[in-house]
């Protein structure tokens, strides 16, 4: 069992930062690739980036890439997603996730464990 608890979430205006940090207790962290999904209402749960379990190879979804880095710091069992001119469209709610294996990052599926999640809201 892995246990995810994600920090950081909250309110910015459009074209500022946030940095959401997902703390994993249980079992060995780097047994475990990471991702980030978010979901807003009405919607699917939507990729938005992953890395695998030595943070050596990062993954990103369309809407993420340049603007959002996912990170990792194995000793501190921490997974942390730095997003930055957010836009309100990124409004959600986001997701860390837990898997074994090294394929199909994007797919929501292929995670074993996930967090409770951390509202993000951008306003215009």
């Known amino acids: 069992q892995v246990q995810l608890v994600e920090s950081g979430g909250g309110l910015v205006q459009a074209g500022g930062s946030l940095r959401l940090s997902c703390a994993a207790s249980g079992r060995a962290f780097t047994m475990y690739a990471m991702g980030w999904f978010r979901q807003a209402p009405g919607k699917e749960r939507e990729f938005v980036a992953a890395v695998n379990w030595s943070g050596g190879s990062t993954y990103y979804g369309d809407h993420g890439n340049g603007r959002f880095t996912i990170s990792r710091d194995n000793f501190k069992a921490t997974v942390s997603l730095q997003m930055n001119s957010l836009k309100p469209e990124d409004t959600a709610v986001y997701y860390c996730?837990?898997?074994?294996?090294?394929?199909?990052?994007?797919?929501?599926?292929?995670?074993?464990?996930w967090g409770q999640g951390t509202q993000v809201t951008v306003s215009s």
């Open positions: 996730g837990a898997r074994r294996g090294s394929f199909n990052f994007h797919d929501p599926r292929e995670y074993n464990y």
